[in-house]
């Protein structure tokens, strides 16, 4: 084989596995709710949702306990992103490459959250289903999750997996990404450098994700410049965060 080939592959690949993203973590608490992190160009955006009287709504707490009336998902996300696809003709922003995963956090319920979830994704196709549109929102289900076996009869959504799950190979492709919390495996709290035994449970964890071709993000992580640098070092994929704006200054 040519070995001026073989290398571009090996920069290809390295510059692949390096190419951080960045997940906006409660996406929904922030002053411009969505629009921040549009703006900041976040790979993925985070809400937590719930099902009340047959709306999807937007809140950390049970929307019972919140001291306000929650936004709906369709108002503060769905409607949005359908807007910015009618203005740039089919795809989310004037940038060729950008598109972005929205990730739903299911606080309970996702029997009943995502059939009706499903019914207002199908009234905007274009805008959420990747396989007809590759600019499309892909949208990614977290939290509570229905059953591992049940993933295949949820068409246009994928999945936030765990390191503890099994898949076979169909469903496996339902899987976007593999999470956990950084808590689990460390209680290192982002200065200077994680503890070798801590570093050698965290890179096997990561390890594995990626011996099945998925993205790894630890949420629960230091959220700090420091934390994010010494995570990439250990090869996380997707840094989850509350300071989109400085977490995406600090990748270039």
Not at 71 to 84: C, K, V, W
Not at 151 to 177: C, H, I, K, N
Not at 190 to 219: C, E, M, Q, Y
């Amino acid at each position: 084989m040519n070995y001026r080939l073989v290398l571009a592959l090996l920069l290809s690949s390295a510059s692949t596995t390096l190419a951080q993203k960045i997940h906006a973590h409660n996406d929904y608490t922030k002053v411009r709710p969505f629009v921040e992190a549009y703006e900041q160009r976040a790979d993925f955006i985070e809400a937590d949702i719930w099902l009340r009287n047959g709306k999807l709504v937007v809140s950390h707490e049970k929307p019972e306990e919140s001291p306000q009336t929650p936004p709906t998902l369709d108002s503060l996300y769905l409607q949005p992103i359908a807007r910015l696809f009618q203005q740039y003709k089919d795809k989310p922003s004037s940038e060729r490459d950008y598109t972005f995963a929205l990730v739903l956090d299911i606080k309970e319920n996702p029997t009943g959250v995502l059939p009706k979830l499903l019914e207002k994704l199908q009234e905007n196709l274009v805008c959420f289903n990747r396989s007809a549109n590759a600019k499309a929102i892909q949208v990614i289900i977290s939290g509570e999750r229905p059953k591992i076996n049940t993933y295949l009869d949820y068409p246009l959504l994928q999945f936030d997996g765990r390191p503890s799950e099994v898949y076979d190979q169909e469903t496996l492709q339902r899987v976007a990404m593999i999470s956990d919390n950084f808590q689990s495996y460390s209680r290192w709290n982002g200065i200077g450098d994680i503890p070798d035994a801590d570093r050698d449970k965290l890179k096997r964890v990561i390890k594995r994700a990626h011996s099945d071709n998925k993205p790894f993000r630890f949420w629960a992580i230091p959220d700090t410049p420091n934390g994010w640098k010494q995570l990439k070092k250990l090869g996380v994929d997707i840094i989850n965060t509350d300071n989109v704006g400085e977490a995406v200054k600090a990748k270039r």
